[in-house]
């Protein structure tokens, strides 16, 4: 009996560090921050469609479990250069957010049965300047 366990010892161990290992590789949130510099004389129409459209958008991919949050902020002290919006979005995993191009036609079908009310009759694009965006996947330290 004290054989087997002497055998049993060294495999217990070799499976601790595989398991921590697995929990490492575990797919975490992905988050994509999106910066905007609204054009001169804009900011209150591009913030109306961001809270229309934009925000309906989001909550179909909430439903269809491909986004867990999004926020917007407004830059405070905004230096030249800078932009004065930026845009995070929160997707459950790598997996979902891979999925965004997918989901495309589904979103604009829902939107088109059911459109947002107090939409900016003005297409966003001319509304603001795309400054980059970046993904980022959160860290489970």
Request: cysteine-free.
């Amino acid at each position: 009996m004290a054989r087997l366990a002497l055998w049993l010892l060294p495999l217990a161990l070799a499976v601790t560090p595989l398991s921590v290992q697995a929990e490492e590789l575990q797919p975490k949130s992905l988050w994509t921050f999106s910066k905007f510099r609204t054009r001169p004389g804009m900011t209150k129409q591009y913030l109306q469609f961001l809270a229309t459209v934009w925000k309906a958008r989001r909550k179909i991919l909430i439903e269809e479990g491909v986004v867990v949050s999004y926020h917007v902020f407004e830059v405070k002290g905004q230096r030249e250069g800078e932009p004065d919006i930026i845009i995070a979005t929160e997707y459950s995993d790598t997996v979902s957010f891979a999925r965004r191009a997918e989901l495309e036609q589904l979103v604009r079908s829902k939107l088109k049965a059911n459109p947002p009310q107090g939409a900016p009759n003005v297409d966003h694009e001319t509304m603001r300047e795309w400054m980059g965006s970046m993904d980022l996947e959160e860290l489970d330290l």
